[in-house]
């Protein structure tokens, strides 16, 4: 099992470019999530998807992120434009199955943006 | 809202001594109660959870988490670390929160052994 694919591992960008993050979720799994982590806030869920369906995107942080999830086998979180402030590492995790059975969450490498 | 807190962020001991990692959780209902950990450079993976039953949790690499309900806690303990424990530590609980329940992570507490 290949686990949770993103890319890039590394971004560097300029303030005001668009950055495209990208997920593959473990092939079978039903659940979708975007985190991000940073020192001051720690991890923190952006969007979660249930069989390809966004379910609660509030910890969204405002318009300029978006996220989809076209099929089941990809995601994509998009930043639009780009502010320093957005600089973390950002993480996409998958569940197996209805999330409260298990609760336990696939994480990939993750994908550190840095925004300069 | 639900919510989970860590006491310590950051933690140094000495190889061979003990460890414990304190985590409360704020939420009325059913809990169910993880411990992930995140080695340096590396993704977060799953370290032991809790769902019923025994509140006596092992996970791998010798680490437990007791779950006392009475103290909304879940507390995580190793007897004798190693230089290989350095990561950084993440309580979490499932919430349920608009309507789905979802994985809530506490800010997580960096540990650091020397040898």
């Known amino acids: 099992d290949a686990g949770v694919i993103q890319s890039p591992r590394h971004e560097v960008t300029e303030m005001g470019q668009e950055v495209t993050l990208r997920c593959k979720p473990i092939s079978g799994h039903n659940s979708l999530f975007w985190y991000r982590q940073t020192m001051m806030r720690g991890l923190e869920l952006l969007i979660y998807?249930?069989?390809?369906?966004?379910?609660?995107d509030s910890g969204m942080p405002e318009d300029r992120f978006s996220a989809k999830m076209p099929n089941a086998s990809f995601s994509t979180l998009k930043i639009q434009p780009s502010e320093p402030r957005d600089s973390a590492v950002y993480f996409c995790a998958s569940s197996p199955d209805r999330f409260s059975n298990t609760g336990e969450l696939f994480f990939g490498e993750g994908s550190r943006l840095t925004v300069l | 809202a639900q919510s989970v807190s860590q006491h310590n962020h950051h933690v140094i001991l000495s190889e061979a001594a003990s460890l414990e990692l304190g985590c409360n959780y704020s939420y009325g209902g059913t809990v169910n109660l993880f411990w992930y950990v995140q080695y340096p450079g590396q993704h977060l993976q799953l370290l032991l959870k809790y769902f019923s039953g025994d509140p006596l949790v092992k996970g791998i690499k010798g680490f437990e988490a007791e779950f006392i309900k009475s103290k909304f806690s879940f507390n995580l303990r190793k007897p004798s670390v190693q230089w290989s424990d350095t990561a950084e530590y993440f309580c979490a609980v499932i919430g349920f929160s608009g309507g789905y329940n979802k994985l809530i992570f506490g800010a997580g507490t960096r540990l650091a052994v020397h040898p």
């Open positions: 998807f249930n069989n390809n369906v966004p379910i609660d």
